[in-house]
């Protein structure tokens, strides 16, 4: 069938019908009947599992509940986090973890890592040192500081030292000691809501 208004094989410029010759077999229109339906179907499906695949393996999404990580963090926010990247690399100094709460496996908790396996730490007043070095954490605003100090310490193999950023009111290893590393299961990435958040952890 010919769409509207195009023109017939008879009509085309610069050629003239030849009676012997059979007429062209017009093209015919791509068809969306339930062939389409199928592969939108199967492209849906890949797409679902493909998802799954990755919520399941690479990432997770969790919700902050309370303040401990403020300024970066706030109550609420949603994001990401990495549940793969520590098999394929390194936990270090600075990066933000998900890990199962030692006092109670049912919680979790999500902190900064301070100091990894080895490391020699001591807090003086609230300022961090680390294998005697004066750490600049310029990730913990001056308000949220406090005078708090911790005896020094060598941080035990396969464990790690956390302290939440709002030092003042966090929670953290200066409490309940160094984190063994078969607790910690992710480490954040991303935040994705509120969107005035939205944005890689640092």
């Known amino acids: 069938m010919v769409p509207p208004n195009a023109p017939c094989p008879s009509e085309t410029p610069g050629l003239e019908n ?21 592969l939108w179907v199967r492209d849906l499906l890949i797409s679902v599992a493909s998802s799954v695949l990755i919520i399941t393996f690479l990432y997770q999404p969790v919700r902050v509940e309370g303040t401990s990580m403020l300024p970066r963090l706030e109550d609420r926010d949603r994001l990401f986090i990495n549940k793969f990247v ?23 908790y999500i902190k900064r890592v301070i100091a990894v396996p080895g490391d020699r730490l001591r807090i003086d007043r609230g300022v961090v040192w680390v294998n005697g070095q004066r750490q600049a954490e310029n990730y913990v605003p001056e308000e949220y500081r406090d005078n708090r100090s911790f005896a020094e310490m060598v941080v035990p193999d396969d464990s790690y030292f956390m302290m939440g950023d709002h030092r003042s009111i966090s929670s953290d290893s200066r409490e309940f000691g160094p984190v063994d590393r078969s607790l910690i299961y992710g480490k954040a990435v991303f935040v994705y809501w509120p969107a005035r958040d939205a944005g890689v952890v640092h």
């Open 18 to 38: 030849d009676p012997g010759q059979p007429a062209p077999t017009p093209e015919r229109a791509p068809r969306y009947g339930s062939g389409g339906i199928g």
């Open 86 to 108: 520590y098999r394929i690399s390194a936990i270090e100094r600075g990066d933000v973890v998900v890990f199962r709460y030692p006092r109670d496996l049912e919680k979790s």
